[in-house]
């Protein structure tokens, strides 16, 4: 692994890790771990909600883009309640990847780049990702990049300024990480297109998109032009 990117990443759940997994554990034993838990979905996400009071949808803290929120409450596949079990997993598993000793297995040439925006509840508006850029640097990777857009919420790709966001992650690739000399040069033709964008369509992929390689020889817009007719092709959206 020669780079890694990191979108709307925090730094835990601090004080609240504790009881939030003993909340998980509990419920998960007495309900049974395939319980669906109302009570640990709204303390995880509830927080969330109170930034942007009065809120239109239970998913307001996403992005600013109400189109995209409202494509998010209304896939099935986002949003649902989730069991016990998995609310005690992901505070557990979020504790251990927090900790020094996690971090120090990080190789220092790791290349990281961590983005989020400034309004986003998960990265506590910004400080959860600079703790995190402040722990891996600590840890001893050498190089960790942080960008935090104004205003920008939790879902970066799905953001009103997606297509900045595109283009600054592609510009830290191409500034960070040089092309291999056995990788593909020639660009995607719109039958490629077409073929992806139904591939991740046929595979439930509507809302996240398609995922592509865009050979490195492609300049930012050509990059972006493709990215922009699979998300086209896939009903996504301009």
């Given at each position: 692994?020669?780079?890694?990117?990191?979108?709307?990443?925090?730094?835990?759940?601090?004080?609240?890790?504790?009881?939030?997994?003993?909340?998980?554990?509990?419920?998960?034993?007495?309900?049974?771990?395939?319980?669906?838990?109302?009570?640990?979905?709204?303390?995880?996400?509830?927080?969330?909600?109170?930034?942007?009071?009065?809120?239109?949808?239970?998913?307001?803290?996403?992005?600013?883009?109400?189109?995209?929120?409202?494509?998010?409450?209304?896939?099935?596949?986002?949003?649902?309640?989730?069991?016990?079990?998995?609310?005690?997993?992901?505070?557990?598993?979020?504790?251990?990847?927090?900790?020094?000793?996690?971090?120090?297995?990080?190789?220092?040439?790791?290349?990281?780049?961590?983005?989020?925006?400034?309004?986003?509840?998960?990265?506590?508006?910004?400080?959860?990702?600079?703790?995190?850029?402040?722990?891996?640097?600590?840890?001893?990777?050498?190089?960790?990049?942080?960008?935090?857009?104004?205003?920008?919420?939790?879902?970066?790709l799905n953001e009103t300024n997606r297509d900045q966001v595109t283009g600054d992650i592609l510009t830290w690739i191409d500034g960070h990480l040089p092309a291999q000399a056995d990788e593909p040069t020639s660009l995607m033709?719109?039958?490629?297109?077409?073929?992806?964008?139904?591939?991740?369509?046929?595979?439930?992929?509507?809302?996240?998109?398609?995922?592509?390689?865009?050979?490195?020889?492609?300049?930012?817009?050509?990059?972006?032009?493709?990215?922009?007719?699979?998300?086209?092709?896939?009903?996504?959206?301009?």
């Amino acid at each position: 692994l020669a780079g890694l990117t990191l979108l709307g990443t925090g730094s835990g759940t601090g004080a609240l890790t504790r009881p939030a997994a003993a909340i998980g554990a509990g419920e998960s034993r007495l309900r049974g771990p395939r319980r669906r838990s109302r009570l640990l979905n709204a303390l995880a996400f509830g927080p969330y909600q109170r930034h942007f009071a009065p809120n239109r949808t239970e998913a307001d803290w996403i992005s600013r883009d109400v189109h995209e929120v409202d494509r998010y409450v209304a896939d099935p596949w986002c949003g649902f309640v989730c069991t016990a079990s998995f609310f005690r997993d992901l505070v557990t598993g979020g504790r251990a990847v927090n900790t020094s000793a996690h971090a120090a297995a990080d190789p220092a040439q790791l290349l990281m780049l961590l983005a989020a925006g400034d309004r986003d509840p998960v990265g506590a508006m910004g400080r959860g990702v600079q703790r995190s850029a402040t722990h891996y640097r600590r840890a001893g990777v050498r190089e960790v990049c942080v960008i935090l857009y104004p205003g920008g919420r939790h879902e970066l790709l799905n953001e009103t300024n997606r297509d900045q966001v595109t283009g600054d992650i592609l510009t830290w690739i191409d500034g960070h990480l040089p092309a291999q000399a056995d990788e593909p040069t020639s660009l995607m033709d719109e039958a490629e297109i077409a073929r992806c964008a139904q591939a991740a369509v046929e595979g439930g992929a509507k809302y996240l998109g398609a995922k592509v390689c865009v050979p490195k020889d492609a300049s930012l817009e050509q990059r972006l032009a493709m990215l922009t007719n699979i998300y086209r092709a896939c009903g996504l959206g301009e």
